[in-house]
């Protein structure tokens, strides 16, 4: 099983960064993909989704900043995330949705901070 998320890093507020991840086909293939984050002290939340086909849905938190992409050749989903705040601070995750894998991966952090 791989749920492996990259791409995360340090960011000043209104900076932009990439993430990807590269899931293993029996979670990806024919899945929602979702991108979901963990801040300190909160509970994990869904930020955008995907499906097989493309059509993507977002958090209003992130509606109009963040898109999410998938390339099914390559079993990798990506999120970019644009005008970056400093409440998007989190672990970032992908897995699937709406029925996740109980294999989340280590995430990739993104602090957004000046």
């Known amino acids: 099983v791989q749920l492996q998320a990259s791409g995360g890093g340090l960011v000043q507020p209104g900076g932009s960064l990439r993430l990807s991840c590269a899931a293993s086909g029996s979670i990806f293939r024919n899945n929602v993909m979702g991108w979901y984050r963990q801040a300190p002290g909160k509970q994990r939340e869904l930020v955008a989704r995907?499906?097989?086909?493309?059509?993507?849905s977002f958090a209003d938190a992130v509606k109009g900043r963040f898109t999410i992409s998938r390339d099914n050749g390559q079993n990798t989903v990506y999120l970019q995330m644009n005008s970056l705040k400093p409440e998007d601070t989190a672990v970032y995750y992908c897995?699937?949705?709406?029925?996740?894998?109980?294999?989340w991966g280590q995430g990739t952090q993104v602090t957004v901070s000046s």
């Open positions: 897995n699937r949705w709406p029925r996740v894998h109980e294999y």
């Open positions: 995907i499906t097989s086909g493309g059509s993507t």
